[in-house]
């Protein structure tokens, strides 16, 4: 009997699946994306997967209240701003994802982590990219205990799969997705296809043998991961990597995470000796001179389930192009745009022709909305030339009226800026404490041209 072989045609940005081929992909509008991609034996192992599945399904139906909580263990990361960015840990049989730029250090911080690791728990290392000379020599010297960690040089996923299944490691991490390949998906490894079916292939290993799986995932230059947005549904947790090459603190943000806060931030320094955790991520971020300049300005914005301060540097200079330039480092650019708009209008100041630089010191990528006061203070700032008090603090975001609208976890974050020996603060009417804080003085403002009275 032949087996049909099953074709499907697929989008390579987006991932979205076709029954015909189509010049257009609906989803994602991208011309001459769609390409056939052959699911032969995939189909087979889907079978596969279905009876292993059919056959635990019996007795696992219970009522929600039933279900025990404290029978899911959760394996300590061995640093506690991996287990924070985790949501505490890492969950027997899930599937992370770890993204970023090559050289942000995915591979070093989970070499880190696994020797740690290895000593309680089996763990495989599975490289795809580098050989296991290269790895060893890496850990040898970061002095990391590699004793009991499994090392495996390989890129095929069957052969990877059948090794798993004798050694069941606990741990295992493949670096990296892109590299890896199914003997009958006809396409290059990398290809849309292969990642697609490599890592639901994996992620089924994964699930059936309860492993935690952790795939290494290059993201392209505009910061999505190469490849499909197909792995994002399939994994449990997706991580990303973050910092510039002319920092040496790196960011690990959650962006999805079945077990925990999104959008939880952990923060890591590059030094000779590897990745090391910073525990106090304010205290570095802060690091300033004693004459703080003008159009300086410290934030505090909010990462997950903690606040964080972090300076914002604005310069604002004479432009001599049509067209001034607004850039932004670690900021929305369009955010900065409609700031600027906003501060036209209802702050009565006009920089349309005024090249605008914004950054956030530090490297770091700021989402917050809480932001917005900060950038309107600190391009004034450094518009007038008046320096801001070296012991303020701000937070805010600002609506298009020019009003300025509260924040959550207002207290937290006063408290935590008090932590750090600021002891002036503008916020949002809504935002300001019902009982002093001690230290603190704290001037709570409705609109744009309040906030700018206050130093400016
Ligand atoms: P790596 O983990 O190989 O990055 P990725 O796997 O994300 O591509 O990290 C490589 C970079 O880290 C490289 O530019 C050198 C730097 N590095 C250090 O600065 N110190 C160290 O101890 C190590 C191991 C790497
Ligand atoms: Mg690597």
């Known amino acids: 009997m032949t087996t049909k072989q099953k074709t499907a045609y697929v989008c390579n940005d987006c991932g979205a699946d076709y029954r015909k081929w189509q010049g257009q992909c609906s989803e994602c509008q ?34 929600l209240s039933d279900i025990d909580l404290d029978e899911i263990p959760r394996i300590s990361a061995g640093a506690s701003e991996l287990d924070l960015v985790l949501g505490g840990g890492l969950v027997p049989g899930s599937c992370i994802l770890l ?37 060893a020599m890496r850990a040898a010297r970061l002095e990391l205990p590699t004793d009991h960690l499994q090392i495996m040089a390989e890129t095929s996923v069957e052969a990877l799969c059948a090794v ?10 493949v670096d990296s997705i ?23 292939m994996l992620v089924r290993f994964a699930k059936q043998t309860n492993t935690v799986l952790i795939l290494v995932g290059h993201v392209t230059k505009d910061g999505s991961l190469a490849g499909p947005k197909v792995l994002e549904h399939m994994i449990d947790c997706s991580l990303m990597l973050e910092g510039s090459n002319d920092s040496h603190f790196r960011t690990l943000r959650s962006q999805k ?31 300033r001179d004693s004459e703080v300049s003008s159009g300086s300005v410290v934030m505090s914005v909010w990462e997950g389930t903690r606040p964080l301060l972090v300076e914002l540097q604005a310069l604002v200079d004479d432009s001599h192009l049509g067209n001034p330039r607004r850039v932004t480092v670690g900021l929305d650019q369009n955010r900065l745009s409609m700031l600027l708009a906003v501060l036209h209008r209802h702050g009565g100041i006009m920089v ?36 801001l008090p070296d012991d303020l603090v701000v937070f805010g975001e600002v609506g298009l009226s020019g009003e300025i609208r509260p924040v959550p976890n207002g207290q937290e974050r006063l408290r935590e800026a008090a932590k750090h020996g600021f002891k002036r603060a503008i916020v949002p009417l809504a935002n300001a404490p019902k009982k002093a804080i001690s230290g603190m003085q704290v001037t709570p403002v409705r609109r744009i041209t309040e906030a700018l009275d206050v130093f400016l």
């Open 30 to 63: 991208a011309w001459n994306t769609v390409s056939e991609i052959r699911l032969g034996a995939s189909g087979r192992q889907v079978n596969r997967a279905r009876s292993g599945f059919a056959a635990a399904a019996d007795n696992t139906v219970k009522l």
């Open 99 to 135: 993204g970023g730029e090559p050289g942000a250090g995915k591979s070093t911080l989970l070499l880190q982590m696994l020797c740690q690791l290895a000593t309680h728990h089996p763990a495989l290392y599975v490289t795809g990219e580098e050989s296991p000379q290269q790895v």
């Open 164 to 173: 798993a299944e004798r050694k069941r490691p606990t741990l295992m991490v």
């Open 178 to 200: 892109q590299v890896m390949h199914l003997e009958d998906v006809s396409s290059a490894p990398g290809s849309v296809s292969q990642v697609r079916e490599s890592a639901s």
């Open 257 to 287: 995470n079945r077990f925990g806060a999104v959008n939880e931030l952990g923060v890591f320094a590059m030094t000779d000796r590897g990745l090391k955790e910073v525990a106090n991520p304010s205290a570095i971020f802060l690091q």
């Open 352 to 387: 349309g022709d005024q090249d605008v630089f914004v950054n956030v010191v530090g490297g770091v990528k700021v989402l917050d909305t809480s932001a917005d006061i900060a950038l309107i203070l600190s391009v004034v700032s450094s518009f007038r030339d008046q320096s």
